[in-house]
């Protein structure tokens, strides 16, 4: 009967030096901790003799868990939450940065682009994308590919179609894209490649 009590009191205070030493890592010689029931006769005379410490010092002030030391005041509470006026107000306030389009009347940021206009223009790119693709196939591009809405064939001289590729749209052009957008630029080209501070103006 004693010695099952103390096989199991042996295996207790092995689990504790094992849990030990897995908290605190090898700090502490392995060997700390012993029964107090072996006799010191069986121990060997040259054993050398480790360093005396107890669980008390370990854990005398206790584990320091991650917790706040002080608690949070109402007005810090609620400046972390709704912003403070001196710096950044973190509540609804009314945008002024807002305008409203020319076009479709529709609101949207200054200084960017109106999205329910882009999305027309985006839509009526892909449309004539999808055209020029039906009506070019694979074929290699070596001439000016023209874009031309129905009815607008007919308003076109002769001299206008030589040395193009058209492309007709089977639609009405929209009111809001008007035709000059399509054409090349009317200025002359830059003959030399120097470029004086004067006319950069």
Known sequence: ?????????????????????????HRYPPDGLC??????NHLPQNAPSSPKWSLKEIISEGFLWAVPKHR??????????YG?????LKILTPRTDLKTCN???DDHEAGVLCPT????VIEETKAMQEAIQSELKLEPV?????????????NKPEEFFEGKRIVEMQKQRPAW???NLLQQTTQKGATTTEVKPTDLG
Request: aromatic share 8%; hydrophobic share 35%; proline share 1%.
């Open 72 to 81: 949070r005041s109402i007005e810090k509470r609620m400046k972390r939450k």
């Open 35 to 40: 029964l107090a029931g072996i006799e010191i």
């Open 142 to 154: 070596e001439k000016e590919v023209v874009v031309l809405y129905e009815g607008e064939k007919n």
């Open 1 to 25: 009967m004693s010695v099952s009590l103390l096989t199991r009191v042996n295996f207790v205070v092995n689990r504790l030096k094992q849990s030990l030493i897995n908290t605190f890592g």
């Open 103 to 105: 076009v479709c009347g």
């Open 84 to 88: 403070s006026p001196e710096y950044v």
């Open 177 to 179: 894209f008007s035709k």
């Open 117 to 120: 206009c882009y999305k027309r």
